[in-house]
């Protein structure tokens, strides 16, 4: 059983590479990836509910369902 993956001082792999915070630019931490803390997690969802992240829309006529005329 010593190379039971689930023993005690088993090696553990990460599950993704650390990459820099979208807010401010240090390390990902494995609990808060891809930030790397709260606070920055915090932030950037504020920023997604107060609006300031948005997805452009386009407005194209061609594809508007027929009948609408």
């Not at 190379?3 to 609990?31: F, H, I, W, Y």
């Not at 920023?47 to 829309?57: D, F, K, Q, S, T």
Request: charged share 30%.
């Amino acid at each position: 059983m010593a190379n039971d993956p689930l023993s005690p001082g088993a090696k553990v792999a990460p599950l993704r590479k650390t990459r820099p915070c979208p807010e401010c630019g240090k390390p990902s931490q494995r609990d808060h990836y891809p930030f790397c803390s709260d606070r920055c997690r915090t932030l950037d969802l504020s920023r997604w509910l107060n609006g300031a992240y948005a997805i452009p829309v386009a407005d194209d006529e061609t594809k508007a369902e027929p009948g609408d005329d």
